[in-house]
């Protein structure tokens, strides 16, 4: 599209102008946040990506020596412990994030992809733990996709996405599912770095800034 | 900067005072903490496994349930025969939301024929004692209505039997049918001849498992361990430990009308539940949803500090 | 399969026995329409004490740097 021009470089070019135009790297990686940031409640988004690192590594550990393994293996049952727990810890995070992110109203200032990107990464999130409690092979992943099966028939779901096929289901829970959750993931985080963290409900530009806009009072209603 | 074509609706936190900040350490000590936490909680609480059922186990601990089951898959009557879309064509057993069935819309895609494939097709491909070929000959020559009759009638005398030997009756072969499932199912053959269909290699439980759903054994485990949709069960886990708690709002509408009672729950909750998620993700554009946080005042916590030094600050210039 | 370090029955379960068994019978309240895990009602509440705790605690403050860079 704009390859030519002063910079040139073609395609390439062109979008890591884009890329260095939009996120510089004192942006993407910045040293210093705005003073208003100081609450125990902005842990909770990093907490979420720690807890996701460690379901992915244990889960990952669990793949390296096959499904069937934690249920004949003292080692393995401890794996499976590690990636249940972080589950949990995982999930934990993420409704605390999002329930601080609600009371901060963390959409305005067109930061309402941000806010789009985390709900549907909620819900991801939920799908793939979904299919994990279907691949335990184990009493509970019995009875959940003879359960989960009527939810799903019933939409019209359950004839493409068939909970009572352990192979489909096992390779949605290891590969598309965190490939989405990962990229998802991703793109928020992007995200939050690009626009910045939200200031604080009815906060004006501080007058003394040289280059500032008129100050304006965002509206959170 | 440059390329704001609109009035924000918040300032720009570039033109606020800052303070440092090492995300990189954050993230470090955040990872930690978790990875502590969550080696802490696996060495302390484990994870549970409970074993899975299979059809031997379920023929040894409950046959009177495991022959019940089978004659219904036999005689076409079980709930998976009757499910409709996507195992079979079942008229009026598809769900519907309002006139919309996406049941129907989606179609039969997982054929299952509970007679052939759980019953029929298991006893032929074992070894077949003479009596059981006969029983085979006689099924496979009656009309439908006959075979209907049989089952039905077999049916009747075991639930009131109730575990015994039931009466004398005209159930044609279906008692040497199901009393060699029964033998088949008791010495692990069926779960072989159920998951392989042919094949060697095998990922697909779809058959096994709707077979065990349809009997009543698999759902009084469940019921033992709370996991029932009326129990709020998909929110719980085996034993005690914690489960999809996050499953909450879904598990909720079971346990209230109009769902409870209805006989399209299951689309009903799940278009419910579509909307639902549908408002979360679109809270920042749905007027006084998006207005909450300013009115619950939980903002005027979180940034206490900066609200006390602009009011400090007003009173410096006033 | 006996003695076999690997079986289910010999291996797993005596291997990682936990000291705090959760496999047990399970416990529940039932409150109207509710009815709750413990283990799930135990989540939620620290769920809910973590939330208000992060509102609560003071955070630490770290060097001001003056005026943003924008």
Known sequence: MSGEGAAGGGWTGALRRRATRALPPDKLLPDAQPAYMASWIYVFGVLTLAALMIVLVSGGVLALKGPAWWHVSGTGRYVNSLHLWSVELFMFFMVVHLWGKFFMAAWRGRRALTWVTGVVCFLVAIGTAFTGYLVQQNFDSQWIAGQAKDGLNSVGIGAFFNVLDFGQMLMWHILLLPFALGALTAWHVLLVRLRGIVPPIDATTPPATPPAPAATREAAG | ?318 | MAGHPHSVEEGAVRFVAAPVDLGGTGHYVHWGVVQLSVANLVVIGLMLVVFVAALLLPFPRGRGQGRGRG
């Open chain 2, 1 to 318: 900067m440059k390329r704001r074509h609109r009035r924000p609706s918040a300032p720009d936190p570039a033109a606020f005072p800052t303070r440092t900040y090492d995300l990189l350490k954050e993230f470090t000590i955040a990872s930690a903490v978790v990875a502590l936490l969550t080696v802490g909680l696996a060495a302390v609480f484990s994870s549970p496994d409970v074993k899975p059922v299979t059809l031997a186990s379920w023929a040894r601990a409950d046959g009177t349930d495991f022959t019940a089951t089978a004659v219904t898959e036999l005689g076409g009557t079980s709930t998976t025969a009757t499910y409709g879309p996507p195992y079979n064509h079942t008229p009026d057993a598809a769900q519907k939301i309002g006139p919309v069935s996406l049941q129907n819309a989606a179609g039969v895609r997982i054929r299952v024929d509970t007679a052939n494939d759980f019953v029929l097709r298991p006893l032929r491909q074992a070894p077949e004692p003479p009596a059981v070929t006969a029983a085979l000959t006689t099924w496979t020559a009656a009309a439908p209505a006959r075979q209907r009759a049989w089952t039905s009638a077999y049916s009747d005398a075991l639930a009131k039997a109730n575990g015994a030997a039931p009466a004398r009756g005209d159930f044609g072969p279906v008692p040497v049918l199901v009393a060699r499932l029964r033998e088949l199912a008791r010495a692990g053959a069926l779960d072989g001849q159920l998951q392989a269909q042919g094949t060697f290699y095998q990922t697909d439980y779809t058959r096994p498992l709707l077979f065990l759903s349809d009997g009543s054994h698999l759902e009084s485990l469940a019921r033992a361990q709370h996991l029932k949709g009326d129990q709020w069960g998909m929110m719980n886990e085996t034993g005690n430990y914690p489960g999809q708690a996050w499953l909450w709002l879904y598990t909720f509408w079971y346990q209230i009308e109009p769902f409870k009672s209805s006989g399209n729950a299951d689309a009903l909750i799940w278009a419910v539940m579509a909307l639902l998620s549908l408002g979360l993700m679109l809270v920042p554009f749905i007027p006084g949803v998006r207005s909450l946080p300013r009115w619950t005042r939980v903002h005027r916590l979180i940034w206490r500090t900066y609200y006390r030094e602009q009011a400090v600050e007003r009173g410096r210039r006033a």
